[in-house]
């Protein structure tokens, strides 16, 4: 079992920078893949960014803006948000999955707020 903890949300006006970040647990170098999604409200939950030995993935509407890292012996992902928008205002949750065996094992944080001002 891993537990997931985000922090580094906030208030920020539009145009400013915020770094998320993903403290697991255990260790992330077991996962297959790292994810950042976020959910705004009334709104469904979407994917913002993939982390996995193969490289990164992005939302189009964040390419460019965000960048998401991990830091194996920190057991951290992080995710760096740069030239942010109102539209950016939602819960930013981490999400881990790992392909088991038994099958795939699925680990979610309970998310940070992010706020943008315009």
């Known amino acids: 079992q891993v537990q997931l903890v985000e922090s580094g949300g906030g208030l920020v006006q539009a145009g400013g920078s915020l770094r998320l970040s993903c403290a697991a647990s255990?260790?992330?170098?077991?996962?297959?893949?790292m994810y950042w999604f976020r959910q705004a409200p009334g709104k469904q939950r979407e994917l913002v960014a993939r982390i996995t030995n193969g490289g990164t993935y992005y939302k189009d509407s964040v390419k460019g803006r965000f960048t998401i890292s991990r830091d194996i012996a920190k057991n951290t992902v992080y995710l760096q948000m740069n030239s942010l928008k109102p539209e950016d205002t939602a819960v930013y949750y981490c999400?881990?999955?790992?392909?088991?065996?038994?099958?795939?094992?699925?680990?979610w944080g309970h998310g940070t707020q992010v706020t943008v001002s315009s």
């Open positions: 255990g260790s992330i170098d077991s996962m297959n893949a």
């Open positions: 999400n881990a999955v790992k392909y088991a065996s038994h099958g795939e094992e699925n680990y």
